[in-house]
């Protein structure tokens, strides 16, 4: 359960990082490119904080690394406790 939760927070983060900055850099029509100042104030208004660019990077590295930890973590301690087929589980 742990390693499916740093998946999930993983694609969470990762895609909310990605789709700021895709709005940033992709305007309408007559508006300016928006610096990356812009998206800390956007995080620091609606979140309360801003981590940062190159901390988003490094917490996105963190829970995919976490998430394969995990999983095999989990995948190690099941083994040894169930030694027939996973369909008769």
């Known amino acids: ?3 499916i939760t740093f998946f ?3 694609c969470l983060a990762l ?6 900055i895709l709005s940033v850099t992709n305007p ?3 508006e300016e490119v928006k610096t990356s100042e812009h998206e800390n104030t956007f995080f620091r208004d609606i979140v ?3 981590i940062g660019a190159l901390a988003i990077h490094r917490l996105g590295l963190f829970l995919a690394l976490s998430a394969v930890f995990w999983s095999a973590v989990c ?4 083994g040894p406790f169930w030694t027939r087929g996973w369909p008769e589980w």
Do not use: D, P, R
């Open 28 to 30: 309408q029509e007559g």
């Open 75 to 78: 995948i190690v301690i099941s």
């Open 15 to 20: 895609s909310m990082h990605g789709s700021l």
């Open 8 to 10: 999930f927070t993983n």
């Open 48 to 50: 309360g904080y801003s």
């Open 1 to 3: 359960m742990l390693a």
